[in-house]
C-alpha cells in the first residue's frame, strides 16, 4: 500500500512564518511536480488554510478533529485552489483535545488510509498532543527560524523527537523572515548566516538557504477582498519566490531518496502489535473452561451463552464463563439464604446488578477449620472499590447445595487443589452478550488492572486486620 510522505512544520515560537511556510510550500511542490497530490492541514488555531485554499465561502460541517473520531482522513479532503488539496481547520480543537488517544494516534490512523503523494501539517507554537502527534508521524520536521530565541526553542521538539527514537536527521531548520538590510562586520555577514552558524554548531541540519522578510509577502494577507494570495501568484517579482522554489526542490529531492519511510513504519508496528494482541487473545480463549463453570454444561458451538458472567481466579488460573442463572441460584443458597418472597432470584439480582452492567463481584473463600471455610461476596465499584459485601461459614463438605445444585465452592474446587488451604478470589462480571470480547487485549487489560487493583485491597486488609 503506497502511502504518503509526511511535512510537519513546527516551532514553539509564534509567528515565525510557519502558516505562511506550510501553505506555499504546498503550493511550490505542487508546481513541481504535477502528478504529486499535496494535501495540507493545520492544528492551528487560524483558518488560513482554508482561506487560501477553498473555492467558495461555503462553511464546512467537516474539519481535521475529526480524524480523532473514526472518521477516514481521506473523506475529509477537499480539492483546492492551485492544486492543493486540504482538511478544513477546526475551531474546537482545544476542547476535544482528550478525543487524542497518545502522541501515535494520528499516525495509526493516516499509515491505515489511502492518502496519497506528500501531507503537510502546520502546527500551533505549542507542543500540545495535536503537535506531538505531528511530530511523531512526520518524515521531515521543518522549524522556521528567525531569531536566536526561536533557535533556542528548537530544542524541545528535538528531544521529543529524540526520546521517540527518531534519526536526527529528521530534523531541519530553516531561517525565516530574514532581514537581507542588516548586515553584521565579522565572519558572519547577516543574520542567516549567523543563525545557520549558531544551528549548525548546535548540532541541527538546516536547508540551503532561507525565506527572507519581504514586505510584499506579509502584504498578501491584507487586502479588500478579505483573501490570503500566495507567492506564486502574487508575489513572484519577490526573492521570497525564488527562495521557495529552492526550498520546494530540496523538500522535493529529499521525498524522492527517502519516500514516505515513517507510515510505512508505523504501519508495520502496527501489524505486528495486532499479530500479538491476537496471539495474546487466542491463548486466552484456549484457556477458557469447556463448561459453565456452575452447571458442568459445554459451551454452545456458537461460543458462550448471551447472558455469561466472566469468572477468573487471581492468578488466571481459572478463566471462564458461568451462566448467570447458576450464579444466581448458587448464591441465592450460599450467601442470601434468608431471601424468600415470590422471586428470590430476582430480588438478588436487584441488590447485585448495577444498571448500567459495570457490576463487579469478588467472591473469595478463607478457610476457618478443618470442616469450615468462610465464604464472603462483595460487590465492587467499575474501578473495583468495596460497595457492600457480607460473609457467611460453610461447611467444607457442603459443596452441593440442596437437591444436588452445585454451591460456591465447587467453582474453587477447580482451582488448584494445592492452594486450597489459603485465601483465594474470584472476580466475576456480566459478559455481555458477545461474552468472548472480554478477551480482547484492551477489554482483558482493563479487567487485569482492576484484578490487581482488587488483590492490592485485599493484601492490605489482610496486613491491617494482621496487626491489630
Ligand atoms: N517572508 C515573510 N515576509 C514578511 N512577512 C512574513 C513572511 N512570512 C510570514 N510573514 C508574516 O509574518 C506573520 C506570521 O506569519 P505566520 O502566520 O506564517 O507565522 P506562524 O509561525 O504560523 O504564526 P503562529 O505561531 O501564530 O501560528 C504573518 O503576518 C505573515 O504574513
Ligand atoms: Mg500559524
Not at 307 to 326: D, K, P, R, Y
Request: hydrophobic share 35%; aromatic share 8%; proline share 5%.
Amino acid at each position: 500500500m503506497a502511502r504518503s510522505y509526511i511535512i510537519t512544520i513546527a516551532s514553539e515560537k509564534g509567528g515565525v512564518g510557519k502558516t505562511t511556510l506550510a501553505t506555499n510550500l504546498a503550493i511550490y511542490l505542487r508546481a513541481l511536480a504535477e502528478d504529486l497530490p499535496v494535501t495540507l492541514f493545520s492544528f492551528d488555531n487560524h483558518f488560513t488554510v482554508d482561506q487560501m485554499f477553498r473555492f467558495t465561502k461555503v462553511v464546512e460541517n467537516h474539519h481535521i478533529g475529526e480524524v480523532f473520531t473514526g472518521v477516514n482522513p481521506v473523506e475529509l479532503v477537499r480539492d483546492g485552489q492551485y492544486g492543493v488539496n486540504y482538511i478544513p481547520s477546526s475551531r474546537t480543537l482545544f476542547e476535544t483535545q482528550n478525543q487524542v488517544q497518545g502522541i501515535d494516534h494520528l499516525a495509526r490512523i493516516i499509515s491505515q488510509s489511502a492518502l496519497q503523494g506528500i501531507v503537510i501539517i502546520d502546527t500551533s507554537p505549542t507542543l500540545d498532543i495535536y503537535t506531538r502527534n505531528a511530530l511523531y508521524t512526520a518524515d521531515r520536521v521543518i522549524v522556521p527560524i528567525k531569531d536566536a530565541p526561536s533557535l533556542e526553542n528548537c530544542r524541545n521538539l528535538a528531544s521529543f523527537l529524540q526520546q521517540q527514537q527518531r534519526p536526527k536527521a529528521v530534523l531541519k531548520l530553516l531561517p525565516c523572515l530574514i532581514d537581507t538590510r542588516i548586515h553584521f562586520d565579522g565572519p558572519f555577514r547577516n543574520s542567516y548566516q549567523l543563525l545557520k552558524a549558531y544551528a549548525i554548531n548546535r548540532g541541527y541540519r538546516c536547508f540551503d538557504g532561507f525565506i527572507a522578510k519581504s514586505p510584499k509577502v506579509e502584504s498578501l494577507s491584507t487586502n479588500p477582498e478579505g483573501k490570503i494570495y500566495p507567492v506564486i501568484t502574487h508575489g513572484r517579482q519577490t526573492d521570497v519566490h525564488l527562495q521557495l522554489t529552492h526550498l520546494a526542490r530540496q523538500v522535493y529531492l529529499d521525498y524522492l531518496e527517502q519516500g514516505p519511510t515513517r507510515l510505512n513504519e508505523v504501519a508495520n508496528d502496527l501489524y505486528e502489535q495486532q499479530e500479538s494482541f491476537l496471539k495474546g487473545y487466542n491463548t486466552r480463549v484456549e484457556k477458557i473452561h469447556p463448561t459453565c463453570l456452575a452447571c458442568g454444561i459445554s459451551h454452545p458451538e456458537t461460543g458462550v451463552w448471551p447472558n455469561a458472567w466472566f469468572v477468573e481466579n487471581e492468578s488466571g488460573q481459572l478463566s471462564g464463563f458461568i451462566e448467570e442463572n447458576c450464579l444466581f441460584d448458587m448464591l441465592l443458597t450460599d450467601c442470601y439464604p434468608e431471601l424468600s418472597g415470590k422471586d428470590p432470584k430476582k430480588l438478588l439480582q436487584e441488590i447485585l446488578l448495577d444498571s448500567t452492567g459495570s457490576t463487579l463481584l469478588l467472591l473469595q473463600k478463607t478457610p476457618i477449620d478443618e470442616q469450615r471455610v468462610q465464604i464472603a461476596l462483595f460487590r465492587l465499584d467499575p474501578q473495583g472499590e468495596k460497595i457492600s459485601g457480607r460473609q457467611r461459614s460453610v461447611k467444607k463438605h457442603k459443596r452441593f447445595q440442596m437437591r444436588g445444585k452445585p454451591g460456591v465452592l465447587n467453582i474453587f474446587e477447580l482451582i488448584d487443589q494445592e492452594s486450597t488451604s489459603r485465601q483465594q478470589c474470584l472476580l466475576l462480571r456480566p459478559a455481555g452478550n458477545q461474552p468472548l470480547k472480554m478477551l480482547h487485549h484492551h477489554n482483558y487489560l482493563e479487567w487485569k488492572t482492576i484484578f490487581d487493583r482488587v488483590q492490592i485491597d485485599l493484601q492490605l486488609e489482610a496486613a491491617t486486620a494482621e496487626t491489630q
